[in-house]
Every structure is written in C-alpha cells, then in structure tokens.
C-alpha cells in the first residue's frame, strides 16, 4: 500500500471511541489494491469489492465491539470512510460529480447513483426476504451508507429492482457502489472548475 502516499487524491482518517477503534488509507486513482480487517468476514468481503470495481487503493483496520453486534463496527467504518472520501476529493476541481451504475449479481439487481453535492442524502430502497447473510446481519449495511454519506456530504440513491439471496443483493449493491464512486471521482478535461453552475457546492 506504499503508492498511497504518493497520490494526490489520498487520505488518512482514523476514528477512536469506546466501542470502535478505525483507521484508513484510502487512495481514489488506485488500482484496486486492499489490506482491510474489519473483525466482520462479511464486511471484509463487501469492502474489497467495493474497492476492487472502484479501482480503489484502500488500507483499513477496525477493531469493535463485535461482541455486543456489529452495528456500531459497521456504522463507525461508513463514518471513516465518508471522511475519507471527502478529503480526497478535496476542492473537487475538474471533478465528474456524478456517478451511476446498475450492477447484475445472479437473480439480483441493484442500481446506485451518487452525486457529490455537499448536500448529504440517502435513499435506500432495498427490500431484503431475509436479513441474514451467513452469520451478518445485513440490515446493518444500511447503517454503513447512511453514516457514510453524512461524512462525506454525497447524495445516494440505492435502489434493489429485484432479487431473493441476501448475499446476492448486497454484493450487488457494493460492486455498483465502487463503480459510482469511480465515474463520480473521475476527472473530465471539460470541466475546470467544480461542476455547479454556483460555482461552489
């Protein structure tokens, strides 16, 4: 994970409570490359993933109270890495801003559209048969995005059009989420400022 420290669009953010101790190294033009080690297998799965269709380099390291639940662990990791985006991006000059994807996973398809406003929104339109996903519970997952996008100040849009396996719809959520935050954080010669007609977002 060296090449963090040498790109621009990188960040360090760690995060230290009574019930959850994380840090990251997240760089945005990566290439894929994760050391992370949540406490939760599931979670660790879900991350990569993420990462991996991101195209992101991503080093995290949590240590909770798993042994309460893993909500706060999962919550606390969608906090650090809100933040970690955020710093990022940074001023977000020449930046995309918005990103889409509609990923397949076996029966289940899931669709997630970010936008990096400042204006921090979730919509979270997915139905799950059961929420357990081995030993995870994946109601949780919800927490993760919800906390992630009041850190890193983007608008999200998550929508399930269809799917049975609860693994199946999450995995799809997370590979669709990597590819959006990809397009979103991409640069585009067009654009030399930030892209609001404002002029600041």
Known sequence: MTAIGKNKRSAKVTRS???????????????????????????????????????????????GDVEVDEHHTVEDIGIVLGEAFRKAVGDQKR???????????????????????????????VNLKRSMAGRFDAQSVQEFFRAFVNRSGTTLHINVMYGDNTHHIVEAVFKAFGQALDEATMFDDRITEVRSTKGLL
């Open 17 to 63: 409570t009574k019930e959850t101790k994380i840090s990251a190294e997240l760089a945005i033009n990566g290439r894929g490359v994760t050391a992370i080690a949540t406490g939760i297998p599931f979670m660790d799965h879900m991350l990569t993933l993420m990462a991996a269709h991101g195209f992101f380099d991503l080093a995290l390291d949590a240590k």
């Open 95 to 125: 930046m995309k801003r918005y990103g889409r994807s509609a990923v397949p996973m076996d029966e289940a398809l899931a669709s997630v559209v970010i936008d990096f406003s400042n204006r921090p929104f979730l919509a979270y339109h």
